[in-house]
């Protein structure tokens, strides 16, 4: 303690410093400008009368507005925002984004406070409201959003601000925690095209097996059954090679998507390629949900065959991420044999070097 | 206690601290008083459910409007305008309490309060208001918190439906019948908050210069006229006169007339010189001559009014007034613009522009205009000539000065100054018109000098006439005689009266002083308090060369020094109220410019003594003693170097430690740690592995280019290591961290799994 108070005057200039650290913007409420008309009156009255009590009365009018000024820069200081954000958000559908602000003062509370999220430098519309947080507590809200566009959107932080203690005035800081929030395109109930033909054996799925049709050799991974090892291939290739079988429960999908616009594009072709995408998006999901191993093709664009539920984060990834190409970019990939493939174009967009043996040609809007 | 409670009791404190600071001025009707009381009381049972607002605000609009008639037509009848304001301002306070629906009545409510402590500055300048004052700050910023917080609570917490319909509030009935927000804890740091803004609302006070330019007003407050001190003596009323106990004057004086055992001092006001009809009063000649000196710049304006000197020059005058009695006086408005000052008076010292306010002057008394109370200085000496010099004073009067030996034609000269009777007589045995000056004549026989005659008359009324505060009408006889024959008891005005009198009849040149006598010494703060009660009169004679000396024929009272209050309790009491008073009516409602340099010249004194005593002269002797023990000054110097290192070591190894403490604590015990720890594990079973120089972050970004089933949330939960092993309050978001590690960990494992990934049978993208 007696140290503390023998070092005080050098440690004073470092507070200050640190106090006037994150700048405050400060502006008038409606009743702030009342008051502060007030005082003046009050201030004017004063040095006319002489009257001692008035000059009390604005020696108390200021005492206010000064005091309201510390109490809210006590009110921000020391908040951590942080944003949660839900695993998987969709274009044009409502999600909650979560927030945690956590009064890291003490033995201060922090009273009335508004934290809005700032998305590619504005502030989002919707704003969070804590009335009160506890010196070292945490408290969660959460705000309903909607983003209408997918694609990949910036987030740099949080303005936090407040009108405590009397709302003469809003006080307004901002903290940094940029991030990075995927928004996949929007997906909606689809109907998946009837298969056409049987070549694909389709059939075989009526008895259940664990192994399929031979489909190829592969390396030899961690877990695999020691019985799916190709002795004659391994012997040949001096490393180990595993049998790989069609499994009858992932049947092979490659879903092909045409990103490709004309020069001269309109807001009409981009709406059309922005469906197409979400058709896309629909479709996978429908075919991952099947149980289908799914690939994504498109102009300098692929996602490799695999299923489940991370195969369908990364196809709505690649989808949300997809650029827009010209029509002499080519196709990342050729539809594989004995796979049933779909190919999505935009409608009214004709484009070259579509892959011919697709097996559907699905155009969209429809 | 509830929420909505507390701000419904604050705001009542508020109102109440603001009407109170007016209601208790004394302005006021009584009957708006006692009714306003009863309303706001009323008014808080006036509330939903019990009372539907919008079927009564139609009354409230109209009783408003026609109380606004009533004020305007009382003002045009000649009312006071503020008084009829403050009503209506009542008035208009009393429907909004009738009508607090929504948080914007509450607001107006807050508005209108504070109107009515702004009229307060104007109607109450008593301690009272300071005291309301501070109620007024205190609950103000408990009611206003409470407000914001509330209307923030309804703006924000709301259901918004969609764009048409209309918003639903959630959860504020819950959150206003709460007792979490507003407890002890919140009423305590608020009042300190408020007790703050209230200590620097003074700060300011004392701080803000006092420049007045009264453009449109003069001091914004009217003065309060008390009773016990007349500019006139008029003997022969009839009746008891009553002990005004209210404190006239406060006087600081210095060390030798202090303290409870201090003597009685005769704060002299006016003199009167012409005494006719048993009335005294001012002859008709004044001396034209205007005693006064102006010292601007050294004394800050100061004004100098001597009694019966001339000018001086301001070496003169230092030197006449240097080893006298210094008072310094706060005189409340007592109707009069008379100054008082120590008997006798050597010189006024006043702050105000002498040639703006000043009556004119005589030499017998000094007028200073003043409505509402006026500090000023006195220097007097009030120690008499010795006897040997009054004795030995001539009989030459100065010009002028046969005035003071004038006397009514109803006190007639006697025609055979022979009559006077010899031997053992009583006062009544005197008969015939001018038994007054015979009387005077015997009681002086013996006196040989004007002193030991003046001396003989104040003796002789002392002992042998008796005091009262009774007055009995003289009836068609002169008052003086009535007094001296027939009554033969009275009050000091007739003592007065009577030595003046029969002394002037003796060719003694006497003048009769109105003034007070003594006081109460105020421990608390050092002050006599003079009261309207101690209001007296005496007699001042002339002795050529001499000047006016005092003589006082009143006889004795119970106490003739200042401690005559008990050091009981309640008069203890009423000692520290009138300190309250004295204080708030010296650093509040005088203080000015002067105050304010005065002020500022004793804080920079003292923070220069006080600098002097702890810093200049410790530092002196330390370096006298260096210089003497130079090699134990040097061994001094190292040592604390030294120990200043050590300590400053020990501390930085004890944070440096405190950093790791709660580090090294998680790690042992972190349920995020250990997740992220497990999943490593699995990773590094299929192949990713991560090395050394790798940090987790950037692992984890590497597993998500590489596409690894999974990475997604491996990221994230890299995150949520971070925040665990290095946030400094991780511990209070331990419990969702420590469930969402667990989720993404088995996420993260079952996706692995799934897929059955590993590093060579990763596909090249």
Not at chain 1, 74 to 102: D, G, H, K, N, W
Not at chain 1, 204 to 224: A, K, M
Request: proline share 4%; glycine share 8%.
């Amino acid at each position: 303690m007696l140290w503390r108070l023998l070092t005080w005057p050098f440690r004073l200039p470092g507070r200050i410093l640190k106090s006037f650290h994150g700048a405050r913007t400060l502006k008038l409420t409606r009743e702030g400008k009342y008051f502060v008309g007030i005082t003046i009156g009050i201030g004017l009255a004063a040095i006319n009368t002489g009257n001692n009590l008035l000059y009390l009365l604005l020696g108390w009018l200021l005492s206010v507005i000064i005091a309201s000024g510390i109490l809210s820069d006590i009110c921000l200081r020391a908040v951590r925002i942080t944003r949660q954000a839900p695993r998987r958000i969709y274009a044009s559908r409502p999600f909650l984004m979560e927030l945690q602000a956590q009064n890291c003062k003490k033995r201060l509370a922090s009273y009335s406070l508004e934290v809005e999220d700032i998305c590619e430098g504005h502030p989002i519309d919707k704003r969070c409201y804590f009335l009160k947080i506890p010196e070292g507590k945490t408290q969660h809200t959460a705000y309903r959003h909607t983003i209408s566009r997918r694609g990949l959107y910036r987030f740099q932080g949080f303005r936090v601000s407040t009108k405590f203690p009397f709302g003469l005035f809003r006080k307004s800081t901002s903290y940094n925690n940029p991030s990075e929030i995927l928004v996949f395109p929007s997906t909606h109930p689809v109907s998946l095209p009837p298969p056409r033909g049987q070549l694909l054996g389709d059939q075989q799925s009526n008895v259940v097996g664990r192994r399929g049709e031979f489909f190829g050799l592969r390396e030899y991974r961690d877990g695999d059954d020691r019985r799916s090892i190709h002795w004659r291939s391994t012997a040949r290739e001096g490393k180990l090679l595993v049998r790989e079988y069609e499994d009858e429960s992932q049947r092979r999908m490659t879903l092909l998507i045409d990103n490709a616009l004309p020069e001269t594009r309109g807001e009409k072709d981009e709406q059309a390629l922005e469906d197409a995408i979400s058709f896309c998006a629909s479709l996978a999901s429908a075919y991952l949900d099947k149980g289908y191993a799914l690939r994504l093709v498109g102009r300098d664009l692929l996602v490799p065959f695999a299923s489940g539920d991370t195969q369908l984060q990364r196809v709505l990834k690649a989808l949300a991420l997809l650029e827009t190409k010209n029509e002499n970019d080519a196709f990342s990939a050729d539809i594989a044999p004995r796979t049933k493939s779909v190919l999505v174009v935009p409608k009214g967009i004709s484009a070259r070097s579509r892959p011919a043996q697709a097996s559907h040609v699905l155009e969209v809007p429809r | 206690m509830r929420f909505a409670q507390a701000h419904k009791v604050t705001t009542y404190a508020v109102i109440m601290s603001a009407f109170l600071a007016v209601a208790v001025s004394g302005l006021l009707n009584p009957l708006v008083v006692i009714l306003a009381l009863a309303s706001i009381a009323g008014s808080w049972f006036w509330e939903p459910p019990r009372i539907r607002f919008e079927t009564w605000s139609l009354v409230w609009t109209t009783l408003a409007s026609l109380i606004f008639v009533y004020e305007v037509i009382s003002v045009l009848a000649g009312s006071e305008i503020l008084l009829a304001g403050a009503e209506f301002l009542v008035t208009l306070l009393l429907a909004k309490l009738y009508h607090r629906r929504e948080s914007k009545d509450y607001l107006h409510l807050y508005l209108l309060s504070f109107l009515l402590l702004t009229a307060g500055t104007v109607l109450n300048a008593e301690v009272t208001y300071g005291f309301f004052f501070l109620c007024y700050v205190v609950s103000f910023t408990w009611a206003m918190t409470i407000f914001h917080l509330r209307r923030e609570l309804e703006n924000n917490f709301l259901l918004r439906h969609g764009k048409e319909d209309a918003a639903e509030q959630v959860q504020v009935q819950r959150v206003m019948n709460s007792k979490r927000i507003v407890g002890r804890k919140f009423f305590i740091g608020t009042s300190i908050v408020s007790l703050t803004i209230f200590a620097s609302a003074l700060s300011l006070f004392l701080l803000f210069p006092r420049i007045g330019f009264g453009f449109f007003f003069d001091k914004g407050r009217g003065g309060i006229t008390m009773a016990g001190f007349s500019e006139g003596v008029e003997l022969g009323g009839h009746g008891v006169i009553k002990k005004d106990t209210t404190v006239v004057m406060r006087v600081e004086v210095d060390s030798q007339y202090a303290g409870r055992q201090a003597p009685y001092i005769h704060w002299r006001g006016v003199a009167f010189d012409k005494y006719s009809k048993g009335k005294w009063g001012y002859s008709s000649r004044q001396e034209p001559k205007t005693e006064r000196k102006e010292l601007s710049g050294k004394r800050w304006t100061t004004n100098h009014l001597l009694y019966d000197k001339p000018w001086l020059k301001e070496a003169a005058l230092d030197k006449r007034l240097e080893g006298s009695l210094k008072q310094n006086i706060y005189l409340e408005p007592i109707g009069s613009s008379v100054l008082f000052g120590a008997s006798m008076p050597l010189a006024f010292e006043t702050e105000i522009k002498i040639n703006k306010t000043t009556e004119p002057g005589r030499h017998d008394a000094i007028h200073q205009h003043h409505n509402a109370g006026i500090k000023y200085t006195v220097y007097s000496d009030p120690r008499p000539p010795r006897a040997e010099l009054l004795r030995g004073a001539g009989t030459k009067l100065p010009k002028g000065f046969q005035r003071y030996l004038q006397l009514p034609e109803e006190i007639p000269v006697c025609a055979n100054t022979a009559t006077l009777p010899l031997g053992e007589w009583q006062t009544s045995d005197i008969s015939g018109e001018c038994r007054v000056r015979e009387l005077a004549r015997w009681i002086t026989r013996d006196a040989t000098t004007q002193y030991d005659k003046a001396l003989a008359l104040e003796t002789w009324l002392r002992n042998e006439i008796g005091y009262t505060l009774e007055m009995e009408s003289p009836g068609a006889m002169e008052p003086v005689e009535f007094f001296l024959f027939e009554r033969q008891v009275g009050h000091c005005e007739y003592f007065s009266s009577a030595m003046a009198v029969m002394a002037r009849s003796l060719g003694i040149p006497t003048r009769n002083v109105n003034g007070f006598l003594g006081g109460e010494w105020n421990e608390y703060d050092s002050f006599i308090a003079v009261r309207a009660g101690d209001a007296h009169s005496w007699v001042e004679v002339y002795f050529p060369g001499q000047g006016w000396v005092t003589f006082d024929p009143t006889p004795a009272g119970e106490a003739d020094f200042l401690g005559r209050g008990s050091l009981g309790f309640l008069d203890k009491m009423r000692r520290i109220a009138d300190t309250l008073r004295f204080k708030w009516s010296r650093w509040v409602i005088e203080y000015d410019l002067y105050s304010q340099l005065e002020l500022f010249k004793n804080f920079g004194s003292s923070v220069k003594k006080g600098a002097n005593q702890y810093f200049r002269d410790p530092l002196r002797r330390a370096s006298a003693w260096a210089r003497r023990h130079k090699s134990e000054a040097a061994a001094l110097v190292i040592f604390v170097g030294l120990l200043i290192g050590m300590i400053s070591y020990w501390r930085s190894r004890k944070r440096v430690e405190e950093t790791l403490a709660p580090r090294r604590a998680n790690r042992k015990r972190g349920v995020v740690m250990r997740n992220y720890l497990a999943t490593l594990r699995v990773l590094a079973r299929r192949g990713f592995r991560r090395d050394d120089a790798t940090t987790p972050r950037e692992f984890a970004r590497g597993l998500e280019a590489l596409r690894v089933p999974g990475a997604e949330d491996m990221v994230l939960l890299t995150e949520l290591y971070y925040e665990d092993e290095y946030s400094e309050k991780a511990a209070s978001v331990a419990d969702s961290s420590n469930a969402r590690a667990e989720a993404l960990a088995r996420s993260i494992q079952s996706a692995l799994k799934e897929s059955k990934t590993n590093r060579r049978g990763l596909a090249p993208i």
